[in-house]
């Protein structure tokens, strides 16, 4: 089955930097890639997602990368805000697989330092 | 915003007691899901549903049972609630109308068994 990694578990960063979470995936039949933020108390929304005919998709502050010959899709947020303080999760779904193959990684905590 | 209904949001209950966990879903989706979430924030899924009178058992084994009776409808049951069974509970759904139509989630509800 897939396997998702996700790094890093925890990133701070300063108000106004960047953030980059990485993810990697194992099975190349996968061909799509969506990523969810969850804040406090709510469950998780899908912020931006890829599909792998595409390398790049940018939405404002916001971007994902997919890099299909190294299995591995990343998230940008530029410019970040304290509103950017949440979960971050990417994952990949592939046909095939049990419940749609959908596979998550074990997410990524980001705080937005004032 | 998504139109996915978790009820109640939050629940404590002594050991032994019998327990469902609503969710209600208002976007006709066919496909339906519950994820239990540890304070990792790793998402397991526990079940899934292609449809009505459909259901399956997830990756991480879960003593809870579900049934689809109708397709806006998911209930999640416990017949005897123990603490091991404290957890955040999300409930999602998804489309069919494309291969990769993307998930929604539901803000979940918080299990706390005594």
């Known amino acids: 089955g897939e396997n998702v990694e996700q790094h890093p578990s925890t990133l701070s960063v300063q108000e106004g930097d960047s953030a980059v979470i990485k993810c990697t995936y194992s099975?190349?039949?996968?061909?799509?890639f969506p990523w969810y933020k969850q804040e406090l108390g709510k469950g998780p929304q899908l912020i931006i997602d890829i599909r792998s005919n595409v390398g790049e998709k940018k939405d404002q502050r916001i971007a994902v990368t997919l890099n299909k010959t190294a299995k591995h899709f990343s998230l940008h947020i530029t410019e970040t805000q304290p509103e950017d303080s949440a979960v971050y999760f990417c994952?990949?779904?592939?046909?095939?697989?049990?419940?749609?193959?959908?596979?998550f990684g074990k997410g990524t905590h980001l705080i937005i330092q004032p | 915003e998504a139109d996915i209904y978790q009820t109640p949001r939050y629940l404590v209950i002594g050991t032994g007691k019998k327990i469902t966990l609503e969710c209600s879903q208002t976007m006709g989706h066919d496909k339906m899901y519950w994820y239990q979430q540890d304070p990792g924030m790793e998402l397991h899924l526990i079940h899934y549903s292609y449809g009505v009178n459909s259901t399956e058992k997830g990756d991480l084994s879960s003593e809870s049972t579900v049934s689809r009776i109708r397709t806006e409808h998911f209930p999640l049951t416990l017949e005897s609630a123990r603490p091991s069974h404290t957890s955040q509970y999300l409930c999602?759904?998804?489309?069919?109308?494309?291969?990769?139509?993307?998930?929604?989630f539901g803000n979940g509800t918080r299990l706390t068994v005594t």
């Open positions: 099975d190349s039949a996968s061909n799509y």
């Open positions: 999602a759904s998804r489309g069919t109308s494309s291969y990769n139509s993307p998930l929604h």
């Open positions: 994952a990949s779904l592939y046909s095939g697989g049990g419940a749609d193959g959908l596979t």
